[in-house]
């Protein structure tokens, strides 16, 4: 080919997909070739739409900036010059690209430097990149910003943040705390961060952690925390006797602000027997419903077993809804057997969605509740072809059109053909354009054939022109040879073509 240089340029040329490329679209490639094509053909920029020129070069600047593309960033200011800069050195904080943001400082005079780029270092755990944008671009205080490095587990940063730019936070704690950092809580005991200025009275005469700190330790199973949170002692004395439950209170007040019935409550959902075992020794909150409800629909049959036991609060028929709608068949069980709550239809519904055919059976065959349409017609969104046709044969509530309709969205063409030829029920259009939209270009096809009156033409040419082009070209053939003018004429113009035909068509 290097023989032939014309040759080669003619195939470039053709193969060149920059002609329908945005500046955006050429720097979300890393491609250095698609935005000097852009370039070479640009010769319309000076009458574009100033703000639409705008947002593509910000878009542009964004992915550049976030890659620390500096070549790419260079260039775009070149074709450019006069850009504004503001979401660029945000991705750039926010994915600690520290030199990108050192260039700009020193050779944009465009760039909005606010509030945001420091919150994002802090976010991306981006120490050295925060400390430059203190230092360099005076970001505003009170930023909240000590919520994310707690949230991160930067103990480094949260002094950092506490030391030099004075900040305080009321919720940090319940950040640290629900990550198990047991260090940073400590050190921001010790501190007394909450009684700065700007924390609402009410943290602050909690000592630092407000009920959120303990609920979240607790509902993401660090026990080391809560029983420093609680200060707790080893006792054999039950928090409920006199002294004990006074003592525990007092300690507390001077650790932290307690916890809340979500504390047992998201232990339980969580599975973290130890820590609901400390709260239900230690604590005077006790739990809810939702510990019972929140360990049945996550399978935690051992829980579930010691809160019956242990506990008063008891269950709803929630409990056994989501069992069932989760799979966990042994839990189910236990709760017919053990509690009177019993459950809804909710429950057969829901197992049939999930395609938990063992489950569906057993409430058929030991509850009374039964079903709604919702039981087949969430089994044939999800696709669940066995648990469709058990349904259809056992049960006598039916479908609705809108399992047709989802099947097609998921692409479940064994599903439809079932539906189709044991159901009366059919579509509505919402079916075909699913079928688009999700580019299931042989279910489009199907309907095409079998629901022709099922198919609004419009919507299913919007979402084929977005996002198939194959769909688009099928779609052009069959309408083609149908004879469809006006539609034939919309699909033209989505595929830029302008034959003779087109052209009389539109006129």
């Known amino acids: ?133 203190h230092e360099n671009t005076r970001p505003p205080t009170k930023l909240r910003a000590m919520n994310l490095a707690a949230a991160n587990g930067n ?58 700190a303990m609920d979240e330790a607790a509902a993401n199973g660090h026990l080391h925390t809560v029983m420093w949170l609680n200060k707790y002692r080893p006792t054999s004395e039950h928090p409920r006797s006199s002294a004990s439950s006074s003592g525990s209170r007092s300690s507390s007040r001077r650790r932290g602000g307690g916890c809340t019935t979500n504390a047992m409550d998201g232990a339980a959902r969580g599975n973290y027997l130890d ?46 809804d989501e069992a069932a709608a989760n799979g966990h068949i042994e839990v189910v069980k236990w709760l017919h057997n053990n509690r009177i709550e019993g459950c809804t239809v909710r429950a057969m519904d829901g197992a049939a969605a999930g395609g938990h055919l063992r489950i569906v059976k057993w409430l058929h ?16 969104a999800h696709g669940k072809l066995d648990t469709l046709k058990w349904l259809h044969k056992n049960r006598s509530e039916g479908c609705t059109t809108a399992a047709m309709d989802m099947a097609a969205a998921g692409g479940y063409f064994e599903v439809l053909l079932f539906l189709h030829t044991k159901r009366s029920e059919g579509c509505t259009m919402d079916a075909a354009v699913n079928a688009s939209r999700y580019e299931h270009v042989e279910i489009l096809q199907w309907f095409f054939r079998f629901y022709p009156r099922m198919i609004h033409r419009e919507k299913v040419i919007v979402f084929a022109k977005r996002y198939n082009y194959y769909l688009m070209d099928w779609l052009h053939r069959n309408y083609q040879a149908s004879g469809e003018r006006t539609v034939l004429a919309e699909i033209n113009s989505s595929f830029y073509l302008t034959p003779p035909e087109t052209e009389e068509l539109t006129t």
């Not at 080669?8 to 920059?18: K, R, T």
């Not at 709260?279 to 010691?306: I, N």
């Not at 065959?365 to 017609?377: I, L, P, W």
């Open 1 to 133: 080919m290097c023989a032939f240089p014309h040759v080669w340029e003619a195939i470039e040329a053709f193969l060149d997909c920059s002609p329908s490329c945005t500046l955006t679209q050429a720097a979300a490639f890393g491609s250095m070739r698609l935005l000097r094509g852009i370039s070479a053909r640009s010769e319309g920029m000076g009458t574009m739409d100033a703000f639409y020129k705008q947002a593509q070069f910000s878009g542009a600047m964004q992915h550049a900036a976030a890659r620390g593309d500096l070549e790419m960033i260079q260039w775009l200011l070149n074709f450019q010059p006069g850009g504004l800069v503001t979401r660029a050195v945000e991705q750039a904080a926010r994915n600690g690209q520290l030199q990108v943001l050192r260039w700009l400082k020193e050779h944009h005079d465009h760039v909005f430097w606010g509030a945001n780029e420091l919150r994002y270092a802090v976010e991306g755990d981006h120490a050295e990149v925060a400390r430059w944008l």
């Open 155 to 212: 103990l480094e940063l949260v002094q950092w943040l506490h030391e030099v730019r004075h900040e305080a936070s009321s919720s940090a704690a319940a950040k640290a705390a629900k990550g198990g950092y047991l260090d940073m809580l400590k050190w921001m005991d010790k501190h007394s961060l909450c009684k700065h200025q700007g924390v609402p009275v009410e943290d602050a005469a909690a000592g630092g952690c407000t009920t959120r």
């Open 275 to 320: 820590v609901v075992k400390i709260l239900h020794k230690h604590r005077e909150e006790g739990c809810t419903e939702r510990a019972m409800d929140g360990a049945a629909a996550a399978g935690h049959l051992a829980m579930l077993k010691w809160l019956h036991e242990h506990r008063s609060e008891g269950c709803t028929v929630a409990a056994m």
């Open 365 to 380: 065959t030991n509850r009374s509740e039964g079903c709604t349409v919702a039981a087949m017609d969430g089994a044939a």
